[in-house]
């Protein structure tokens, strides 16, 4: 299976959204609910001081926190997630059976429980290369791919070997396991701190083509992203339904190739994170033709438009979907 490197990156926040399509992912921001009438107030900040910004969503925080990542699962038996709402990063890739998985990167807030937590796959080891030294949640990975997972530069929450995972026994196995995170974080010692990764924020460019939606599809999972212009935000769906969290709020694309493990006796997709391409961002309800480039492991994604300066995006949540483009093999 093989993917083109087109992505899409959305971002949504409170007031103004984003999203961007490159050559293979999509990125969504939102801090702000559709369900929840009221935010949570930004931290105190002393006016002396000039304010601490979050390097993953562009919004005033007290403190520099520590990146605690979790794999999600995204099929219908594991939906909705829980606090998902409060993650920093959300990006969306495929896997076996052309279905998808959730890799969310939380660090300027922190919920209480995460999940349902599932397994790893080799792209995640990518992935999490340009955090740092990241704290990964996750409940395993084929039989080969896991020690691979285990010795990468992480701070390893693999439910097999520390505690703070539990069964949520009104779901069935295996979308049931969450995750504690207040037990984690203990377990997550040495752990970097959020770090920037490219992504820059502010007002919205001009220019930019209208647009009320866009949409992506793997070969058993689609999503749509539509602009409401009462709401100032995107809001998404899920093979057809609204998306939605546990605690109530609305969730608000490189080239993909085959990995080199196989999963169920067959090789997954894999997206390749690393390379450049153009994309398309959709913000304030208008989509815009960039550039992105990602040239090393270590190091984040730039995203500039056609005249050379950087795409800002909207402060808050970010969303980022791999998608299959021209050239993929199903």
Partial sequence: MRVSRRVLIAGV????????????????TSRKTAIIPTAKPEPTISPSRPKLLSPFTGEPIASVGPELIFKIDNIHQARP?????????????????????????????IPRVVGPVRSARAEDIELLRQFGRPAFAFSGAQAFLLPVVEHARIVDLYAGIVGGYFRDYNRIAPYNLYALTKVLRKEAKGASKARDIGFRFGPAPPGGRPT???????PAAAFRFRWSPSRHRWLSWMDGRPAYAT?????????????HFREYG???????????????????????????ARPRADGGTTFTMLNGKPMLFARGQVWVVYRYGPGSSR
């Fill in 13 to 28: 926040s409170s007031a103004v959204a984003l999203t961007v399509l490159i050559v293979g992912f999509f990125v969504l």
């Fill in 81 to 109: 997630p829980t606090n998902l709402t409060k993650a920093d990063i959300v990006y969306i890739l495929p896997v076996d059976g052309g279905l998808s998985r959730i890799f969310a990167v939380f660090s300027s807030r």
């Fill in 212 to 218: 009320k939606s866009y949409s992506v599809y793997y």
């Fill in 247 to 259: 605690e109530g709020g609305r969730l608000g694309g490189v080239v993909v190739g085959l990995s």
């Fill in 266 to 292: 067959i090789r997954p997709p894999y997206a390749n994170t690393i390379g450049s391409g153009f994309a398309i961002v959709l913000r304030n309800g208008r989509a815009y033709r960039v550039h992105w």
